[in-house]
């Protein structure tokens, strides 16, 4: 019910838009997320976003860096614009939605995953 799309192989310094969009069902209600996990780490927060857009969050590895939008009108996508990436970006990406604001760092809020992305930043 999530896709999650635009990942691939990068070099030091360039810049990547990741899409997740939904399909079966609306999360224009749902707050929307994005973590990333790299090989042999946990899963991490990167970023979300309110169902109102009103407020996003980044994680501090990432802030200065990436942005998180929605879509506009149906709110039924999100984008994740990574900027300056860095070889430590490297990871899967995987994009998910939440209908509780309790913690939107915390895995356990998020009910619906997408299928996840890999970024590959090489140095």
């Known amino acids: 019910q999530l896709q999650a799309s635009g990942g691939g192989l990068v070099q030091t310094g360039d810049s990547l838009r990741l899409s997740c969009a939904a399909s079966?069902?609306?999360?224009?209600?749902?707050?929307m997320g994005w973590f990333r996990q790299a090989p042999g780490l946990e899963r991490e927060f990167v970023a979300a976003?309110?169902?109102?857009?009103?407020?996003?969050?980044l994680s501090e590895s990432v802030k200065g860096r990436f942005t998180m939008s929605r879509d506009g009108n149906a709110k039924n996508a999100v984008y994740l614009q990574m900027t300056s990436l860095k070889p430590e970006d490297t990871a899967v990406y995987y994009c998910?939605?939440?209908?509780?604001?309790?913690?939107?760092?915390?895995?356990?809020?998020?009910?619906?995953w997408g299928q996840g992305t890999q970024v590959t930043v090489s140095s």
């Open positions: 976003i309110t169902w109102s857009s009103t407020n996003t969050y």
């Open positions: 998910a939605a939440a209908m509780s604001s309790s913690s939107f760092a915390a895995e356990a809020s998020y009910a619906y």
């Open positions: 079966g069902r609306t999360f224009s209600p749902y707050h």
